[in-house]
């Protein structure tokens, strides 16, 4: 692996959805395949096993506890369930001072459906066009509780910070995050090859 390849931390807090983690393993995982493999996905959990939704588990690649956030370009941030413990994972200490140090660095931050909620809880939405999933009441009243101007759309991008609404959207926030890391040819090219 080129020393220049960007690291691009996928945290994924217990109780993380599934498909939407998935949207950015596929896509980074084209790029590295059959793309320009400047940039590379690192998986985070705040332990190696993590406990996702509908019972099932994955290895981590790196424990949350060992980032050294500087080494990282970007981060990206899937939604989950509550029944899973995905909110008290999500939105604690380590997980809020993970993504404040991202916003801090003003580095790109990708959030899914739910993700915008720990966002929101580390304070980085204040005053930004945000969404997340709305076909509940209560998660857009959170966002803006916090001080983000909530757009009823399924993407919106406010300067570094990507935010959506449904899992319908994984795809389209991973190439978004693909675009702000290794370029709109790049994006492109996978975007195509993958048939979006």
Not at 46 to 74: D, H, P, W
């Amino acid at each position: 692996m080129e020393n220049n390849c960007k690291n691009i931390l996928l945290l994924l807090p217990p109780g993380t959805e599934i498909f939407e983690a998935a949207a950015f393993i596929d896509v980074f995982g084209w790029h590295q395949t059959i793309g320009s493999a400047t940039c590379r996905l690192i998986t985070c959990s705040s332990k190696r096993e993590i406990a996702l939704s509908f019972g099932q588990t994955m290895l981590a690649q790196i424990c949350a506890n060992e980032v050294i956030a500087e080494n990282y370009a970007a981060l990206a941030l899937p939604g989950g369930f509550g029944s899973y413990g995905y909110y008290e994972h999500a939105c604690s200490k380590p997980y809020l001072s993970l993504i404040k140090h991202f916003n801090d660095q003003h580095k790109p931050i990708a959030a899914v459906c739910t993700g915008a909620i720990a966002l929101a809880q580390a304070g980085i939405l204040k005053g930004r066009l945000a969404t997340t999933y709305c076909y509940e009441a209560g998660f857009a009243e959170q966002i803006q509780k916090a001080g983000a101007v909530f757009i009823n759309a399924p993407l919106q991008i406010d300067g570094h910070i990507i935010t959506s609404q449904n899992p319908a959207s994984a795809i389209p926030v991973a190439l978004a995050l693909l675009e702000k890391t290794a370029g709109c040819k790049e994006r492109a090219y996978i975007q195509k090859q993958m048939g979006f």
